[in-house]
Each structure stands twice: as structure tokens, then as C-alpha cells.
């Protein structure tokens, strides 16, 4: 089996349609194309909790590779590939497509995320008094302006001052 690296156009993310359904990625829609003609892919994603439309956590993948599908064929149809919607061309040197290892097929494919169920309950709140534990802003007190996916942006108050710092959530706890 031959694996090239093909890139897509744009990075565009999914977008509502006048129905109401949502597009995919653009790199999961050219995934499909190339199944379709005997390729076996390889698109890792990343998974991530989103605001949902009424307001609540729901996970969402979107693409690691921004932009690339990794394909392999045992004869690579060429002439079909240029009739594939979004598909631009194939990652090359000199002209010459550039030919993937199995090592690097299994490193694109470990870029794979899994969901952290853990990012979905909110730790903290808007305005919540907080104390950094650990860093270079241990033992000052804050209070919370936003919480997003292990990230606590918390106000301090430094020579008389309010700064905006961004802190793991586990360096953070309840004041």
C-alpha cells in the first residue's frame, strides 16, 4: 500500500446549512470520497467540549491535521483523485508526491485525542473568589473571569493593580 499526505482546501470548520442540518469538516467530507475509491484514510481528531445551542457541554471533533488527509491505495487512481470535491493535490518534493512510512502513518495516527470527560463539569464560576496554590502567583487571591477546558483565567491584584492571569485548573482552589 502507498501513503501520501493530500491536502484540502481550507480549514473552513462545519457550518449551519438553510435546513438546519451541519456540514462536516472538510477533511472528514474528503475522507469520505476517498473511501469511496478503495483508500483507506487516516484523519485524527481532537476531541473537545463545545457550548451547545442551549447552553450545555456536548462534545465535538474536529480535525488534528487542519487541512490534510492521510491516504493509502494499492494503485493510486490519479485521474479519479482530481475529481475529488475539496481535495487540492498531494504533499510533494520537487513535483514528486512524497511517499509516507508505516512509522509515520502510526505518528499521524497517534495524534488522535480523546475526550476528557472530566472538562465537561464546571469547576469554577464566573467571579468565584479563588487562591492560587502553585507557580509564580502562589497564595494570591483572584477571582475567576472565565473557565475554559482546564484553564482558569483569574484576576489578581498585584502593586495595586488587577492583572489577568491564565492558570492550570489544578493550581487554583476555592477561597
Known amino acids: 500500500m502507498i ?5 484540502v482546501n481550507g480549514t473552513a470548520p462545519p457550518r449551519k446549512e438553510a435546513d438546519g442540518s451541519t456540514t462536516s469538516h472538510i477533511e472528514w467530507q474528503v475522507q469520505k470520497a476517498l473511501i469511496k ?15 451547545g445551542a442551549k447552553g450545555k457541554m456536548v462534545p465535538g471533533k474536529k480535525p488534528a491535521c487542519q487541512g490534510y488527509v492521510i491516504a493509502g491505495f494499492d494503485v493510486v487512481p490519479w485521474q479519479a483523485l482530481r475529481l475529488v470535491p ?16 508505516a512509522s509515520d502513518c502510526m505518528a499521524v495516527a497517534a ?13 469554577f464560576s464566573k467571579d468565584q473568589r479563588v487562591r492560587i496554590k502553585t507557580g509564580p502567583h502562589a497564595e494570591l487571591p483572584g477571582v475567576v473571569q472565565a473557565w475554559k477546558a482546564g484553564k482558569v483565567i483569574t484576576l489578581v491584584e498585584m502593586f495595586g493593580k488587577s492583572f489577568e492571569v491564565t492558570v492550570d485548573e489544578s493550581a487554583v482552589e476555592a477561597a
Open 3 to 7: 501513503w501520501h499526505a493530500y491536502v
Open 37 to 51: 475509491l478503495g483508500a483507506k484514510t487516516i484523519v485524527p481528531g481532537e476531541w473537545e467540549w463545545r457550548k
Open 86 to 101: 475539496g481535495l487540492i493535490g498531494c504533499v510533494s518534493f520537487d513535483g514528486t508526491p512524497a511517499i509516507l512510512t
Open 111 to 123: 495524534m488522535e485525542r480523546p475526550l476528557n470527560k472530566v472538562q465537561c463539569v464546571e469547576k
